[in-house]
């Protein structure tokens, strides 16, 4: 047990470079609210579903994450910072990175029968501040949801998605196989504007503005002789 607390918390150190040691990462509010949720999840599955929820109670009150006991999570599960909520069928896969103000939230069924309502996100996914991925849609392998972003599909693998309503920057292989991107938003390409395309595009502008001048110079110019005459 304490060889897995050490890992888990190795795991979180490997993605904050802010804390100077294990026991700094134990005051983390992501830390209680996911040993809370495990207490939870147990009562939940053993159909105590009162006591479940009074453990979830107390567990958002003193963390200001809201984990349902009914959200299955994996592995090195990681909430940076808190005022994160998670719905009841959510699933989560191993090394999943969330940061403050997330929902991954759910949909309201048509016919008024619950199920799967939630997201699942799957191994490696990172997800930005304030991103809200909504409905159960699955993000895939290593994808990444930038801050602020409404997901509402699926999510391909490796992809990275910005925007509201989001929209996958296709991000290829080679730049998404790296290890970690922090909110996974990358600050540099595909991300930014591609500021070469609108220079050409300015420069194309004037030239063509040129053109016009130079087509309407002979008009002007028998303009003005046929004033002064």
């Known amino acids: 047990m304490f060889e897995r607390l050490t890992a888990y918390l190795d795991s979180i150190h490997a993605r904050d470079p802010a804390p100077r040691s294990r026991w700094e990462i134990m005051l983390y509010p ?4 996911l040993a809370y949720h495990r207490v939870a999840h147990w009562l939940f599955v053993g159909e105590l579903y009162f006591l479940a929820r009074l453990v979830n109670h107390w567990s958002r ?26 719905g ?14 997330v929902t991954l939230g759910g949909t309201n069924p048509t016919n008024g029968v619950g199920g799967k309502r939630h997201p699942t ?33 699926d999510v391909p693998e490796g992809a990275t998605m910005v925007g509201l309503k989001a929209r996958s920057t296709l991000v290829p292989a080679e730049t998404w196989l790296r290890e970690f991107i922090p909110y996974g938003t990358p600050c540099d390409e595909p991300c930014e504007p591609d500021y070469s395309r609108i220079e050409v595009l300015e ?11 130079a087509l309407r110079a002979p008009a002007v110019r028998q303009r003005k002789s046929g004033t002064n005459a």
């Not at 989560?92 to 940061?99: A, C, E, F, H, Q």
């Not at 996100?121 to 304030?130: E, P, R």
């Not at 991103?131 to 699955?138: K, L």
């Open 121 to 153: 996100l799957c191994d490696n996914v990172i997800i930005g501040s304030g991103a809200q991925v909504i409905g159960p849609i699955t993000v895939g392998l290593r994808a990444r949801v930038g801050a602020n972003a409404v997901v509402t599909d």
């Open 88 to 101: 009841e069928t959510a699933e989560i896969g191993d090394n999943v990175t969330i940061y403050q103000c």
């Open 203 to 213: 420069r194309e502008l004037v030239a063509l503005k040129a053109e016009v001048a």
């Open 61 to 86: 009150w003193l963390t200001a994450i809201d984990i349902h006991p009914g959200a299955r999570i994996g592995k090195n599960f990681f909430i940076d910072h808190g005022f994160t909520v998670i």
């Open 30 to 33: 992501g830390v209680w609210a």
